[in-house]
């Protein structure tokens, strides 16, 4: 009876490791193609990196920046093609490119190395990062920034794993309390 339940709460354990597991993922670890900082249009591609080191120093973030503040965004020009063109970057405050406030601009210019750097302050609430190539076509590139906001989502995520393995846990306790083995071993210690 004691083997059964140790092997019973093995196995959740290692469910629930499983499912831990499974929800841990890292920006860097990814492909350019699967990665959610790319964007993509045609063949040319540009990738965000935000930073706050004032706050976390090896930390990068992508839409998700959890405090306000200082913040360095940095974008990576994938494709030589971009870097021959001129580039600019502007962020607002908001999601509306029309009616919100431009918080930083940086004039179309050109990049030969690959990197646009910029920075600019922060508070609580939604940013739109807008790049733009003045090529031929012309290219608009959008990063919708959360700073310091709840991901609900991203919480919900996070606590599945721990929730599915208590709810097995909880099943097992009581097929446990109520089979007719652990019945009979009580009525034979009586």
Same mark, same amino acid.
Request: with cysteine.
């Given at each position: 009876? %004691?083997? +059964?339940? @140790?092997?019973? !709460?093995?196995?959740?354990?290692?469910?629930?490791?499983? *499912?831990?597991?499974?929800?841990?993922?890292?920006?860097?670890? %990814?492909?350019?193609? &699967?990665?959610? !900082?790319?964007?993509?249009?045609?063949?040319?591609?540009? $990738?965000?990196?935000?930073?706050?080191? +004032?706050?976390?120093?090896?930390?990068?973030?992508?839409?998700?920046?959890?405090?306000?503040?200082?913040?360095? =965004?940095?974008?990576? *020009?994938?494709?030589?093609?971009?870097?021959?063109?001129?580039?600019?970057?502007?962020?607002?405050?908001?999601?509306? &490119?029309? &009616?919100?406030? @431009? %918080? @930083?601009?940086? #004039?179309?210019?050109? $990049?030969?190395?690959?990197?646009? +750097?910029? &920075?600019?302050? =922060?508070?609580?609430? *939604?940013?739109?990062?807008?790049? @733009?190539?003045?090529?031929?076509?012309? =290219?608009?590139?959008?990063?919708?920034?959360? %700073?310091?906001?709840?991901?609900?989502?991203?919480?919900?995520?996070?606590?599945?794993?721990?929730?599915?393995?208590?709810?097995?846990?909880?099943?097992?306790?009581?097929? =446990?309390?109520?089979?007719?083995?652990? +019945? #009979?071993? #009580?009525?034979?210690?009586?």
């Amino acid at each position: 009876m %004691v083997r +059964q339940v @140790t092997q019973a !709460c093995a196995t959740i354990l290692v469910l629930i490791a499983t *499912l831990q597991a499974g929800a841990a993922g890292a920006h860097g670890k %990814v492909s350019l193609e &699967e990665d959610s !900082c790319v964007r993509r249009i045609g063949d040319s591609m540009v $990738h965000l990196s935000a930073y706050q080191p +004032q706050f976390e120093p090896s930390a990068q973030y992508c839409t998700e920046i959890p405090k306000g503040g200082d913040t360095y =965004l940095v974008v990576d *020009l994938v494709d030589q093609a971009l870097r021959d063109m001129p580039i600019g970057m502007r962020v607002i405050r908001g999601t509306n &490119e029309a &009616e919100d406030e @431009t %918080v @930083t601009y940086l #004039r179309p210019s050109y $990049h030969p190395d690959g990197v646009i +750097q910029g &920075e600019t302050s =922060l508070d609580q609430g *939604l940013y739109t990062v807008i790049i @733009t190539a003045e090529g031929q076509p012309p =290219l608009r590139y959008q990063y919708p920034l959360r %700073v310091q906001m709840i991901n609900y989502a991203q919480i919900f995520r996070t606590a599945v794993g721990p929730l599915i393995g208590l709810l097995v846990l909880i099943l097992i306790a009581y097929k =446990l309390v109520k089979s007719k083995r652990l +019945q #009979r071993w #009580r009525d034979s210690r009586r």
